[in-house]
């Protein structure tokens, strides 16, 4: 009943950057939170930035403060993430994920996922 899906992934190189959006849609959904993760081959899912769907109360892992800058319309149901300065460990899947309730900092607390989007930084 809730769909979300991510968009604007792409092949850049260091120092460029890219704009992630993720809409949500499918039944009247209002979440606590919404997330970004990321996940590179053979590493584990871990979270980029989370935005509160009111409050506009943020957090950034250490690797993307000051680089990354994640926002929400809350009138077209839209969370985007942008992301400069990139380098190449920045290279993953970008996932965006929504809970029923309370959402921390782990993969395991969020509900609703989308497919994700590629993200590749060349040096």
């Known amino acids: 009943q809730v769909h979300l899906e991510e968009s604007g992934g792409g092949l850049v190189q260091a120092g460029g950057s890219l704009r992630l959006s993720c809409t949500i849609s499918?039944?009247?959904?209002?979440?606590?939170?919404m997330c970004w993760f990321r996940q590179a081959p053979g590493k584990y899912r871990v979270i980029v930035a989370r935005?509160?769907?009111?409050?506009?109360?943020?957090y950034y892992a250490d690797s993307v403060r000051g680089r990354f800058t994640i926002s929400r319309d809350i009138a077209t149901n839209t969370v985007y993430l942008r992301m400069n300065v990139l380098k190449p460990e920045d290279t993953a899947v970008y996932y965006c994920?929504?809970?029923?309730?309370?959402?921390?900092?782990?993969?395991?607390?969020?509900?609703?996922w989308g497919r994700g989007t590629q993200v590749t930084v060349s040096s």
């Open positions: 994920a929504a809970p029923i309730g309370f959402g921390g900092l782990l993969p395991g607390d969020y509900d609703y």
């Open positions: 499918g039944r009247t959904f209002s979440p606590w939170s």
């Open positions: 935005i509160f769907w009111s409050g506009d109360s943020t």
